[in-house]
């Protein structure tokens, strides 16, 4: 069974940091693994993807701000979040799939809320 676990969402004042780690079991050398968020009333967002290569593309909004990683040994993806605004605040997804999504997969999902 694949699953993917998220963690380290919470509370931030605007200007903080904080880091997302997404871990994968049952399933390896996922092809594109990614971090969606989806605000209250909005539509889910990719904002950031890497492939197994280390190839990566982010959203505007977040460019310069986030920094995605995996470490591929532990079929891990991070997200590096620093300069946080209130807009960042939302549920954030975890994803992973292959180059034509012949499989999707997505963890449960985990609260960022920046507020001072």
């Known amino acids: 069974q694949v699953q993917l676990v998220e963690s380290g969402g919470g509370l931030v004042q605007p200007g903080g940091s904080l880091r997302l780690s997404c871990a994968a079991s049952?399933?390896?050398?996922?092809?594109?693994m990614g971090w969606y968020r989806q605000a209250p009333g909005t539509q889910r967002e990719l904002i950031a993807f890497i492939t197994s290569g280390g190839s990566t593309n982010y959203v505007d909004s977040v460019k310069g701000r986030f920094t995605i990683s995996r470490d591929n040994a532990k079929n891990t993806v991070y997200l590096q979040m620093n300069s946080l605004k209130p807009e960042d605040t939302a549920v954030y997804y975890c994803?992973?799939?292959?180059?034509?999504?012949?499989?999707?997969?997505w963890g449960q999902g985990t609260q960022v809320t920046v507020s001072s």
């Open positions: 994803n992973g799939r292959g180059i034509i999504y012949e499989y999707n997969y």
């Open positions: 049952g399933i390896f050398n996922i092809y594109a």
